[in-house]
């Protein structure tokens, strides 16, 4: 395929790709308060150092680092700057991207229930009209595992969203290119990552309720949990202060392969493409770290949908498919829940895209939250314009630094 940059992007965001981490003892996280903040204490410096020797050695731009533990933080700063001569701060909003996935799924999770649906149910009792919508189930949508071709690599999207990355998608323009297409497995079969299913998801939750997908997400997920710095809008506008992003990756459209420098601000490139309407949104390093901690103890689930969202019963199911980039095995680094991913120990989201890449990321044992922004300098940018997850990457340094004994796992 031609465009690849766009496909690529998102297919690292699945695949884990990190560098290996140094181990450290844990704290002393014994008895007295004055050993609790000396603990504390140790592990930010032990975080400021780890995140400055990443930076040092990566293509980094601008780096945002929050760390939590029991619900209390022990780091949170910026690095970097966000455009130049203006610093990054951990105030600023960026996109969150797939962690609002995870929002989907869970009011999809919340519905199920209270009976107003069934996962089970097929799609064609809520959509009937889109196509295929006799074979899937909105379980089967939301676990990956629907067959529905991605958009993403389709040639007609990469073409129209390359060529004016400030288009504004219908949903059912999206829906077209993927559900248009022949499955790409019998549903249930298989498994293969597609923003399809999960924008024709976003419509059924909205038929089945009357409620648009946006104040479902508001009145079930960010109020609740007090998400004040979570936005969704169809623009490419980003609520002040905005951490801006840079790219490279449109170099294969306009065929710079021969090593010229070439970037571009894509802070206001419009992401109505990313997600279903109503959960296209900016957030804050904030409220990934309350998300990824509410998820991760089920605040807002029963016990059955929070097990079931964070549940690794796919690892090692699915195989690769001729024609479908994102079909592959679930492996430890990488299993799918229910709208969220498990990375051994871990769950987490890390979505990348259009320059901005993020994580956010639980480890249940410790009460541990990682979640990280990052944006890139030109140098992260290969020839063809393809450059890695590197929040992800520093994720996983982090990980190993601060919980050795389960670090998150590496694959390379």
Not at 95 to 116: H, K, P
Request: hydrophobic share 40%; with cysteine.
């Amino acid at each position: 395929m031609r465009f690849s940059p766009l496909v690529a992007a998102v297919s690292a965001a699945l695949v884990v790709v990190a560098l290996t981490g140094c181990t450290a003892p844990t704290p002393d996280a014994s008895a007295t308060p004055d050993a609790s903040a000396t603990a504390t204490s140790s592990e930010a410096a032990l975080i400021e150092t780890t995140v400055q020797n990443f930076i040092a050695t990566q293509p980094v731009r601008a780096a945002i680092v929050k760390v939590s533990r029991d619900g209390q933080t022990i780091f949170r700063e910026a690095f970097g700057e966000s455009i130049t001569g203006v610093p990054a701060t951990p105030e600023m909003h960026f996109r969150n991207g797939a962690v609002a996935i995870s929002y989907v799924a869970m009011v999809l999770l919340q519905l199920a229930d209270e009976g107003v649906l069934h996962l089970d149910d097929r799609l064609s009792v809520w959509e009937p009209e889109i196509p295929h919508a006799d074979e899937v189930t909105l379980l089967q949508l939301a676990q990956m595992t629907s067959g529905i071709q991605d958009f993403v690599p389709n040639p007609a999207f990469v073409e129209g969203s390359y060529s004016d990355p400030y288009r504004m998608w219908t949903a059912d323009e999206l829906i077209a290119f993927g559900a248009g297409q022949p499955l790409w497995f019998e549903p249930g079969t298989n498994w293969g990552y597609s923003h399809t299913g999960y924008v024709i998801l976003g419509k059924a939750l909205e038929a089945a309720t009357g409620t648009p997908l946006d104040q479902l997400i508001q009145q079930r997920i960010l109020d609740p949990l007090g998400l004040t710095g979570t936005h969704a809008s169809l623009t490419g506008e980003i609520p002040e202060p905005a951490l801006h992003a840079f790219t490279s990756e449109r170099r294969p459209f306009f065929d710079i392969t021969d090593g010229r420098v070439f970037t571009e601000e894509s802070t206001y490139w419009n992401p109505s493409w990313t997600l279903p309407h109503g959960a296209v949104q900016t957030s804050t390093i904030d409220d990934l770290d309350t998300t990824i901690r509410a998820i991760g103890t089920g605040e807002l689930l029963s016990p059955e949908a929070h097990d079931a969202m964070t549940s690794t019963a796919l690892r090692g199911f699915g195989s690769p498919v001729d024609g479908c980039p994102s079909c592959f095995t679930q492996i430890e680094p990488y299993t799918y829940g229910i709208g969220l991913v498990t990375s051994g120990d871990w769950i987490l989201q890390n979505p990348l895209f259009s320059g901005y890449a993020a994580v956010a990321a639980y480890l249940a044992d410790e009460d541990l939250a990682i979640s990280v922004a990052v944006t890139f300098l030109p140098e992260a940018f290969d020839a063809e314009g393809l450059y890695p997850n590197l929040a992800d990457s520093l994720f996983r340094e982090l990980g190993g630094v601060l919980a050795p004994e389960q670090a998150p796992p590496t694959h390379h």
